[in-house]
């Protein structure tokens, strides 16, 4: 059973950074597309960033600029890096892999991120 492993979540200052990572613990993933997602207290899930197999990225309008999402596919990881942090992005974020459609078919159990001003 596939696992993908989040780490880097914890506490921020508002303007600070934080680099999300998120590893699976099998299994080859060049050819798949890989992203992150968010929920915060008391709303929806919500897509954050994704990559595609060939490196094409998509960000949501409120990160983009300020977020980057990137992968290493010889470490089976995709990362975050999360910069110029606003308090609206404490959320607990989730990573996923291979997209079908509008699903995702693997997801990590989620990292807090939490931004203090």
């Known amino acids: 059973q596939v696992q993908l492993v989040e780490s880097g979540g914890g506490l921020a200052q508002a303007g600070g950074s934080l680099i999300l990572s998120c590893a699976a613990s099998?299994?080859?993933?060049?050819?798949?597309?890989m992203g992150w997602f968010r929920q915060a207290p008391g709303k929806e899930r919500e897509f954050v960033a994704e990559?595609?197999?060939?490196?094409?990225?998509e960000y949501s309008d409120s990160v983009k600029g300020r977020f980057t999402i990137s992968r290493d596919n010889a470490k089976k990881t995709v990362y975050l890096q999360m910069n110029n942090l606003k308090l609206e992005d404490t959320a607990v974020y989730f990573c996923?892999?291979?997209?079908?459609?509008?699903?995702?078919?693997?997801w990590g159990q989620g990292t807090q991120v939490t931004v203090s001003s």
């Open positions: 099998e299994g080859t993933w060049f050819w798949v597309d």
């Open positions: 990559i595609s197999w060939s490196g094409r990225t």
């Open positions: 996923a892999f291979q997209k079908d459609g509008r699903n995702w078919k693997y």
